[in-house]
């Protein structure tokens, strides 16, 4: 697991610690444009006299081997070595890409995350994978690379919309429904409502932490944290090449982990009063995305790229019962599309 984690409102401050009780030759930052004007002022001061800000495109259609390049590009041309630090300050999108890049220039350089979105807070800045989009396929290209640390700062939040905080309540969600049962009783009632995000955050990124933990390199357990994923990013990387109608990534999940707790229902693991549960509580959160019958063939298509695919056979993490989930199910085709038909008639 990550070398250090922390999370809480003075997260950041121990940036300054860490610089201090490391002999770093240079410090470089990396940023979007929403996180250089929004969230870099907070890190500054936490920040040696002598760094430098790379800024690259904020989306996900921008987690590109070109953007690498750009990020690898500054790295030579600022004359970083293998005793720099790249401080990755952004969301999930940032975080992979700055620990990709981080993690094959000059065969490795060490890096702190700092998220700044929800999404990125309990999902995409805890278990040391990173990667980039490639071919149009999520995640397609990547490494396992453990970050030196990471800062959870929840006052980051602050800088978002409803829309982006959705999306990474969708991850907390998938932590609830694999692993802590009673947690998703309790909020299923109170839904997105929260005046304070650290108990949710340290809750989650603890779930997270400890299947990473059993499982690094995602040989067995790591593989339930990937319940909605195997629909879900087929649904996100087909609207990924439409202008305009691109989901985030919560959005995609939300539509996944629905499909597949439907699906576990069909392979008779979860009751149907459970599956109710969920929808009820999924729907009254995230609007329905509408999946022509047009579209629903080309997005099963993509699930048989999936990484955790063997061979031909897609393997999906199903739902025993909420909070216990079972990985390697395998589905078909036409189970994804009969999937994706259920959504429709939500």
């Known amino acids: 697991m990550t070398e250090e984690i922390f999370i809480g409102p003075q997260a950041v401050t121990q940036l300054q610690e860490?610089?201090?009780?490391?002999?770093?030759?240079?410090?470089?930052?990396?940023?979007?444009?929403?996180?250089?004007r929004h969230c870099y002022p907070l890190l500054k001061p936490f920040l040696p006299q002598h760094h430098h800000v790379i800024?690259?495109?904020?989306?996900?259609?921008?987690?590109t081997l070109a953007t690498c390049e750009q990020v690898w590009r500054e790295l030579t041309d600022q004359g970083l070595d293998r005793w720099g630090l790249l401080v990755n300050l952004g969301g999930g999108v940032l975080t992979d890409l700055g620990g990709f890049c981080a993690s094959l220039y000059k065969r490795g350089i060490k890096f702190v995350n700092v998220p700044t979105t929800l999404l990125s807070?309990?999902?995409?800045?805890?278990g040391g994978k990173t990667g980039i989009d490639f071919m149009g396929?999520?995640?397609?290209?990547?490494?396992?690379?453990?970050?030196?640390?990471?800062?959870v700062n929840p006052e980051f939040l602050k800088t978002l919309d409803l829309r982006q905080i959705k999306s990474g309540y969708a991850e907390v969600i998938k932590h609830w429904l694999i692993m802590d049962a009673d947690k998703?009783?309790?909020q299923r009632y109170i839904g997105?409502?929260?005046e304070d995000w650290t108990d949710l955050i340290r809750h989650s990124i603890d779930i997270k932490s400890r299947v990473v933990t059993a499982d690094p390199l995602e040989n067995g357990l790591r593989k339930i944290l990937n319940f909605g994923h195997t629909i879900g990013h087929a649904v996100e990387s087909f609207?990924?090449?439409?202008?305009?109608q691109m989901l985030l990534h919560g959005e995609a999940v939300a539509v996944g982990m629905l499909?597949?707790?439907?699906?576990?229902?069909q392979h008779q693991l979860l009751s149907p009063e459970e599956l109710g549960q969920i929808e009820t509580f999924i729907m009254s959160i995230y609007e329905k995305v509408k999946l022509p019958e047009a579209d629903v063939q080309a997005i099963s298509q993509l699930c048989l790229h999936d990484k955790k695919n063997s061979g031909a056979t897609i393997n999906c993490t199903l739902l025993q019962k909420i909070g216990e989930a079972v990985y390697d199910q395998p589905i078909t085709l036409p189970e994804v599309q009969s999937a994706l038909r259920y959504y429709q008639l939500l």
């Not at 609207?239 to 305009?244: A, I, N, S, T």
């Open 18 to 36: 860490l610089l201090q009780n490391r002999a770093f030759h240079k410090t470089m930052v990396l940023v979007d444009e929403n996180t250089h």
């Open 55 to 63: 800024q690259i495109q904020s989306g996900e259609d921008n987690k």
């Open 121 to 126: 807070q309990v999902d995409a800045s805890v």
């Open 137 to 151: 396929f999520k995640n397609h290209i990547g490494v396992f690379q453990e970050p030196l640390a990471v800062l």
């Open 184 to 186: 998703f009783q309790e």
């Open 192 to 194: 997105l409502f929260t």
């Open 239 to 244: 609207y990924l090449e439409k202008p305009g």
């Open 259 to 265: 499909c597949e707790a439907w699906l576990s229902v």
